[in-house]
């Protein structure tokens, strides 16, 4: 057929443009395209190594004088300075010269060609990775924690499991969280089977020894140096105090903590969701800091026992002429909202999240570092020749990337309940 084997490096572009890859990225994303549209505009940084103040106190240049007294001394406010750094997220797709060029044709696979799916699954894929970083890390790309090692396979401790985890990623295991050292040369290990009930994790290569506690890391070479590859902020690290990430934008929480966010525990002893609980965090919160929560977000686990506290309390009674009860079951999205003085917060769920947390954001004072869209690495060449050592293969390689980082200047307006009981990973 006519066309049947043309070239698609032009199809690409013009099948998958920005306007186009960016909706497929937000079907993945319910946190990252929240951020996207609803920060403040002000909030939305583009270029550069960011440096923005912060203040920690004001001068409070008052007090109550006799006539003739001494007036109050002016002081200076307490500031300190922040550093949001960007990062790259990028993936790859690899295509055969045959493939390349019968790419255009439904024949090679279904849904409109080989092509066309692979960029899919790689645009799906990326989209995932960064929500996850975003929502689940807390600024050292740590993924899971082993609970006991096994042969070519380890246990994922909870809450956090395998949930993070997918086949084919290729993983690391640091004896220190975000640490260089590698245990037991566990590095560049792919996955390559994931028993979400057992949390078992099996891996290819040589068995080696996993110790409980090490760090889960997703990388992509060998010996990977976690201190030149700066990884993205994520809401465990921005919205802490000090329990996962003792510093904030390049700042002791210890020589600064006012840089701690509220953090509502239990020791370790897990306890439902309630409406006392939500109503005495954000109280607590807005006591703190003079701010009001816009947002709260979750994981699935935490919207089920929400409704399993609201149900009862929320029936409706049957009146009127209606003969019957409504038989609708499930819930609404936008139906879950939070209320208090000046609050109106709609409980947002992302299925990346770590289960047993729940957090009270003020979303005015993230930030979003945007310095490139996702998209293809180079618009002018989106593939090129597979490399060999003295001439290339008959492959192509494909590249998407974003260069972007998310941030927040108030620590102190943001607050996480944690230690919550959680089904989704099996809490009576």
Known sequence: ??????SITNALKIAYPPKV?????NEETAFRRTLQKSVPSGARVNEGIVKFGG???????????VDGGTLPPAKDRTDVQFTLTPTLFAGSLQLGFITKSAGNSNKSAFNGGEVMRRTKEIISDLAKHIERTYTSTHGTGRFATVESDGANNFVAALPVGTRLLRENMYISVRTTDG?????????LRKITDINHSTRTVTYDGADQTAVAG?????VVELAQSFTTNPFANGLRGLVDDATFAGSIHGLSRVTYPKLKANVFSNGGTLRNLTEQLLIRSCHEIRARSGKRITDIWTSEG??????E??????RLVVTGKTDTQNMVTGYKGDELVHYAPGISAKINVSFD??????YLLNWDTFFHYVAKELGWVEDANMLWPTPASSAYKASYLGYVCAVENIGCDFPLANGVIRDLRDPAIGDA
């Open 1 to 6: 057929m006519a066309g049947e084997f043309e």
């Open 21 to 25: 890859v960016e909706p497929m990225v």
């Open 55 to 65: 203040n920690l106190n004001p001068p409070q240049n008052i007090g109550q004088n």
């Open 179 to 187: 640490g260089n050292t590698v245990r037991d040369s566990i590095d």
């Open 214 to 218: 090490d760090h889960v890391h997703v």
């Open 302 to 307: 935490q919207i089920e026992k929400y409704i």
């Open 309 to 314: 506290f609201v149900a009862p309390d929320r």
């Open 353 to 358: 999240m770590v289960p047993r947390e729940l």
